[in-house]
């Protein structure tokens, strides 16, 4: 799309949809700073800077700019996660201009981005409590792809798996590619390099986890689990203290002894790689939920939901 291609107008104000500039960092970040209130905080406030700053060929920040500049209307970024995959993120409008039919122009103006640049499908993550949110992803296009939890197993350095657990590449993918959790999950999994985005999970992410010492294979008599580290990466945390996170793509089990050998490994990496708090991504249903109930390790109190949008279908944009 043109920068300027994109306009709706009515009797109070001239909205264009462009790419965002850093002059419009201090008004994303006015308008965002209170998003959800008191019940979950925006991460945008912090790094809408740095999103503007890393837009090129794979990375598209867009803008509803208001009378020429005035004001910010709405922000919406999608990121080419593979080829084929896109995702769109931090889909914000402005209270001040709600009710002027906005979102369904920035998302038709991504969905066209993404799919000039090659994307079949382009998904987008929702909180499953924001039902305005779930609403509005409805509304531009966006239909049910799968739910998930967090499993959050606590870095140990001296966790002591029950079951052998290698760095079987080869393993990994042929149990991942015949579980229940593929399947619920869409092939999902946490991408190796877009934060909170999820893509297809492929080998050569296996392929990878095992070179840097970070796959997880547990054996019992054949494959029994697997998960695989994504990367860690350092974040204040709400009182500004530092945390390094370890990011593992997706975990799949056979039943709770090899899901318990499976989070020792996790842990003990986690804890050698100075690594404070975890999250891997799980299916979300009452099996794996209880599984991790029943070996005590820590998961997420609600779950979050994966949106996907068929860009083959050009009436979306």
Do not use: K
């Amino acid at each position: 799309m043109t920068e300027r291609e994109v306009t709706r107008e009515d009797a109070d104000h001239r909205f264009v949809v462009r790419q965002a500039r850093e002059s419009d960092v201090a008004d994303v970040v006015r308008f965002t700073r209170d998003t959800w209130g008191d019940r979950h905080g925006d991460y945008l406030p912090d790094v809408f800077g740095e999103m503007v700053a890393g837009d090129g060929p794979a990375q598209h920040t867009l803008v509803i700019d208001v009378d020429d500049g005035d004001d910010v209307a709405g922000v919406l970024q999608c990121v080419m996660l593979s080829d084929s995959e896109a995702w769109a993120q931090a889909m914000r409008v402005n209270p001040d201009y709600r009710g002027h039919g906005l979102s369904p122009e920035l998302s038709r103006a991504a969905f066209r981005w993404a799919r000039d640049n090659g994307a079949v499908v382009c998904r987008n993550m929702v909180f499953s409590w924001n039902v305005a949110g779930l609403g509005q992803s409805r509304s531009v296009g966006f239909g049910p792809a799968t739910e998930f939890r967090w499993l959050q197993p606590d870095p140990d350095a001296d966790a002591d798996p029950d079951l052998d657990v290698v760095a079987d590449p080869d393993a990994a993918w042929a149990f991942w590619s015949a579980s229940d959790a593929r399947d619920h999950l869409r092939g999902l999994a946490l991408d190796a390099a877009e934060s909170w985005a999820c893509s297809e999970l492929t080998r050569d992410d296996l392929r990878a986890a095992a070179d840097r010492d970070g796959l997880f294979v547990v054996r019992d008599g054949g494959t029994r689990a697997m998960s695989a580290l994504a990367y860690t990466y350092d974040r204040e945390d709400d009182d500004g203290e530092p945390v390094t996170w370890g990011i593992y793509h997706v975990a799949a089990w056979a039943d709770a002894a090899a899901l318990d050998a499976l989070t020792d490994a996790v842990a003990r990496d986690a804890a050698a790689r100075g690594v404070d708090a975890t999250r891997i991504l799980i299916p979300e249903s009452a099996r794996w939920v209880s599984d991790a109930a029943a070996t005590r390790t820590a998961v997420s109190d609600e779950p979050d939901f994966v949106m996907a949008a068929d860009l083959t279908d050009g009436s979306l944009y």
